[in-house]
């Protein structure tokens, strides 16, 4: 296990942690929280070694590997699949030496007989399907990392991190560059991983189905607790409230001691006992007051009101310069109350679609109608990169609102969190998270009638995103959602449409349906991908028949097949009856959804009677269907890297 003892750490003598403890054990998930700025990132840092503490020390067990996300994108002309083997050192060193010309005979059966420890053969089929999960299709895994852009090449960095499979694995916010059909892959490999994981993150749906412990990082120490990410509000929330009870009941207490000795403390019969009662007072500590933290308020200004449709385009097409079409045939309608999420991978045209609607890039064809009136909000990341970081948020909206006045311009700024300070401090010296509400200030400045988001969760903690759930719910005009926050879709998109294969169409059913999209396209790549090497073993072995083998020799061959085929009999019955308990649990819930959806159970009193029932057991079998599913992927990984292995051999 990994012991964190009295761990304190100071920044040019300021505390940043202070007597932190905690223990990891082994194959837990713990998830670390708190707030933007608390120290969450410096922790694990610490837990690496990149930082030494000034007190306290982090023990990790002799035979522990540990691995961290990185900041540092991979480049050069290596391929994606190429750069994420190499992540391997010790395979990597070995298949060189394997290479080698002068290496002794005597040390090449060593060799071999270690790559086959460390099931190298299988190596390529498992870096290939990580890099698949992050969305690279196999056609992008060869070609050279210098081809993609930043946040693609960080995908790779991640790529090579998970391949390497740490026993400690500590990803800082490791879905910040992936889109939501990536991070939903993640939350899956991540459920199924064999070590353990220490994760910061701010994605709540992603704490909440993959960690088994949350550690809270707050007023520079940290406090454990077991279960989820909802599981540690509710628990947090009622250890406050009992600390609020008890800190009045000790105050009260204090009151009635301290009335006892104002009255007798100068009567000489009572004095004595006025002294004892102040020794009292003395030794009694004080409880902590648990306070809640400073919680960042989100306010979309009310626009005026607009006849709908607010935009439509008819049989649009939408494409750069002269390069070919990037979405055709696009026919859409956005009303006033829309709350629309954007889905499918990256590259695939939800950006560009809103740069569309955001009057940043024309459509090449097809018919667009809108208000004259109408007004656009748009968020996207890259603006913050825009900001002078020398300028304040105030100077910065005042450019903008240049006929309001300084109290309507610090108005504006109170309703994203920011007070007098904040809005006198240089826009360098604001967090990720605090340039991320400057840019909602400024682009909800003239009451948009629409406003467009282009992954706004990016660097917003938990609270904040809770905030700007309430403000979108609340606001009165229509917004249009990318992200790869899965919450953030299930808890304000009434609309869901999916970019895909150069179209633009809407998606018949809720997050839990799509997520299930997923997973189905997913095992099914994952089967085509098994039979295809099992083609390629059984052609190769074909092809060896008149290699010059004897007889005998090709009867060992035959002999070692089928041992290895016989050997891998166990995993695939495991495979079968996974996916036999799938369409099982999947038969459960098309039965009970049919069930409700008959008018005549709601007419006749003795079904209705079960209507409550059918739905409580709806729920735990859509539980049971996400485990069932996640089991059945996790055997089919490993039946595949097996069946790579035996192939190879």
């Known amino acids: 296990m990994l012991s964190i003892s009295n761990l304190t750490y100071r920044i040019a003598g300021r505390p940043i942690l202070t007597g932190c403890s905690a223990t990891l054990y082994p194959n837990h998930r713990i998830g670390l929280v708190g707030r933007n700025g608390a120290g969450k990132s410096t922790l694990l840092k610490l837990i690496t070694g990149e930082l030494g503490p000034d007190e306290g020390e982090v023990q990790l067990p002799a035979r522990w590997s540990m691995g961290m996300t990185t900041q540092d994108a991979p480049g050069g002309d290596r391929s994606l699949i190429d750069t994420v083997l190499a992540a391997d050192k010790e395979r990597t060193a070995l298949m060189d030496e394997l290479e080698n010309p002068d290496t002794p005979p005597e040390r090449i059966a060593d060799i071999h007989g270690r790559l086959e420890d460390i099931s190298a053969a299988a190596a390529p089929s498992r870096a290939a399907r990580i890099l698949a999960g992050l969305g690279f299709s196999e056609e992008a895994q060869n070609r050279a990392c210098s081809e993609f852009s930043g946040g693609w090449r960080m995908r790779v960095a991640l790529a090579a991190l998970l391949f390497t499979q740490p026993d400690l694995l500590l990803l800082d916010e490791p879905t910040n560059h992936l889109d939501l059909e990536a991070t939903i892959w993640l939350e899956a490999y991540l459920k199924a991983y064999r070590g353990t994981i220490l994760i910061v993150s701010h994605d709540r749906t992603l704490l909440n189905s993959v960690v088994t412990d949350i550690i809270h990082l707050e007023a520079k120490t940290l406090t454990a607790y077991k279960g989820n990410y909802d599981f540690f509000e509710k628990t947090r929330a009622e250890r406050m409230a009992l600390a609020a009870k008890q800190r009045e009941k000790q105050e009260a207490q204090r009151a009635h001691i301290m009335s006892f000795v104002d009255r007798f403390r100068y009567k000489a019969s009572k004095a004595t006992q006025a002294q004892s009662r102040l020794k009292m007072l003395a030794k009694m500590q004080p409880i902590a007051s648990v306070a809640e933290e400073w919680t960042v308020t989100f306010d979309f200004p009310t626009p005026q009101t607009l006849a709908s449709p607010l935009f439509t385009i008819d049989n649009g097409e939408i494409g750069y310069g002269e390069d070919p079409a990037v979405l055709k045939r696009v026919n859409l309608r956005i009303d006033s109350d829309d709350r629309i999420a954007l889905l499918g991978a990256n590259g695939n045209g939800k950006s560009t679609l809103l740069k569309v609607l955001a009057g940043r890039l024309k459509v090449r064809d097809g018919l667009v109608q809108k208000s004259g009136k109408l007004k656009i909000g748009y968020f996207a990341q890259h603006q913050a990169d825009e900001l002078s970081l020398e300028s304040t948020p105030l100077e910065t909206l005042k450019k903008l609102m240049v006929k309001a006045t300084e109290t309507q311009v610090r108005s504006q700024l109170g309703r994203f969190g920011f007070g007098e300070d ?70 304000t998109a009434d609309r869901l449409w999916i970019v895909r294969h150069g179209k633009v169409e809407r998606f018949e059913g809720d997050m839990t349906d799509y997520r299930r999209e997923l997973l189905s396209e997913r095992r099914n790549a994952q089967r085509d991908s098994r039979a295809s090497a099992n083609n390629k073993a059984s052609a190769a072995s074909d092809s060896s028949v008149d290699d010059g083998q004897s007889a005998e020799d090709r009867k060992r061959a035959r002999q070692a097949a089928a041992n290895a085929r016989a050997a891998l009999k166990p995993l695939k019955n495991k495979v079968s009856a996974a996916e036999k308990r799938v369409e099982k649990i999947q038969a459960e819930i098309n039965k009970g959804q049919a069930l409700l959806a008959d008018p005549t159970v709601y007419t006749d009193p003795a079904k209705s009677a079960k209507v409550p029932a059918w739905q409580k057991k709806l729920g735990e079998l859509e539980k049971m269907l996400e485990e069932a599913e996640e089991e059945w992927l996790t055997l089919e990984a490993e039946l595949e890297e097996a069946e790579s292995a035996a192939n190879s051999g």
């Open 422 to 491: 904040k809005a006198e401090t240089k826009i360098g010296n604001l967090s990720g998270g605090e340039k991320a509400r400057l840019l909602f200030a400024l682009i909800s400045r003239e009451a948009p009638h629409i406003i467009l988001m282009d992954e706004p969760t990016n660097h917003l903690d938990v609270d904040s995103r809770q905030a700007l759930v309430q403000a979108i719910n609340g606001y009165d005009g229509a917004v249009i959602i990318v992200t790869h926050d899965p919450h953030l879709v299930e808890l």
